[in-house]
């Protein structure tokens, strides 16, 4: 058995974050020692007429911040770190099990599952970006973390300040660990329910949209017009879905995943548990940071999470 096959155990998943885990600099170690990623990200600038490259190396934060910026920036360089991650696994004949993305990471995971090709996915981040921050110009919102709250208490504390407006769970993104999104006046009331039943701490998240709430219903059919004309595979791996944490495995599995996807909650705890219960030992975080990679601890703490520096450095 190869060091790499111990690394990953029997069964394996990738998984891929999500909006906010953009930095400055992200993928300047794969463009200094990858042809592919260099021509991944000439694609990208090409492909979209814009110098997403530069912004991705240089910033400044807030250019890349930008959502409209942002998504296609994940995307691109999500996919340019699975290229190398593909070549590594291989090279000694291993395929993962499964794929996953949290809310935008899910676009990286349906390529990496070949439902989309990268250029068709990148069309569509980029437009979902700019419907995403169109529709935060026009209805602005918000999102907040909650920490220290059970799930069951934190929906009764959304029913109660949806008296003030549209609010709810958002992100299930760990036991302890969820994020509500809503309007303004709802979310800041929401907030104060939840450390009035004990929240450990409620913090306003750095962004002015409200995603997966019903103030993204707009972008969603926008983009059911879009996905109407694209063609869509069967994955070639499962794909354990955002909005149930259930595997998809059919093309039109995939089209009733997305026609809600920016509205609907992200059930990742229900995600992680969906692959470990199917025997999934072991997690490949793929893209900017290690905040999955967190969250899948919190889930399960059994299992195993890994970066692609360590497939480098169990190839070695």
């Known amino acids: 058995m190869s060091q ?3 690394l990953l155990g029997a069964s394996f998943a990738v998984v891929y974050p999500g909006q ?3 930095v400055v600099g ?8 990858s042809e592919a990623a260099r021509d991944l ?6 492909l979209l007429g814009a110098p997403l490259s530069q912004i991705m190396h240089a910033g400044p934060d807030d250019v890349l911040a930008d959502t409209f910026n942002a998504q296609p920036a994940l995307l691109t360089h999500s996919i340019a770190a699975w290229q190398a991650a593909e070549t590594l696994l291989a090279a000694d004949g291993l395929r993962p099990s499964m794929t996953a993305g949290h809310s935008l990471g899910e676009f990286t995971a349906l390529v990496t599952a070949d439902v989309l090709d990268f250029p068709t996915a990148l069309a569509l981040v980029r437009e979902r970006g700019r419907l995403m921050k169109e529709a935060g110009e026009q209805r602005p919102g918000g999102m907040a973390a909650i920490l220290g709250l059970d799930d069951d208490a934190l929906v009764a504390v959304c029913a109660e300040a949806s008296s003030e407006g549209i609010i709810n769970v958002a992100n299930a993104n760990c036991p302890g660990q969820t994020v509500i999104s809503g309007e303004v006046v709802a979310l800041e009331k929401a907030m104060d329910l939840a450390k009035a ?3 450990k701490r409620a913090q306003r998240l750095n962004v002015s949209i409200a995603s997966h709430s019903p103030l993204m219903a707009e972008v ?3 983009l059911n017009r879009l996905l109407d004309d694209i063609d869509l595979r069967d994955p070639q791996i499962p794909v354990i879905a955002n909005t149930t944490g259930e595997p998809i495995t059919t093309a039109d599995g995939v089209r009733a995943e997305l026609r809600h996807q920016v509205e609907l909650p992200v059930q990742w705890t229900a995600s992680v548990r969906t692959m470990v219960d199917a025997g999934v030992e072991t997690f490949v975080e793929l893209g900017a940071g290690a905040v999955l990679a967190g969250l899948i601890k919190r889930i399960d703490r059994t299992v195993k999470t890994v970066s692609l520096a360590d497939l480098r450095a169990a190839s070695e």
């Open 4 to 6: 790499l096959s111990e």
């Open 20 to 22: 906010g885990s953009q």
């Open 26 to 33: 992200m993928g300047d170690d794969l463009l200094a020692d």
């Open 41 to 46: 990200y000439a694609a990208a600038d090409q």
């Open 197 to 199: 039943a004990g929240a």
């Open 220 to 222: 969603s059919a926008a």
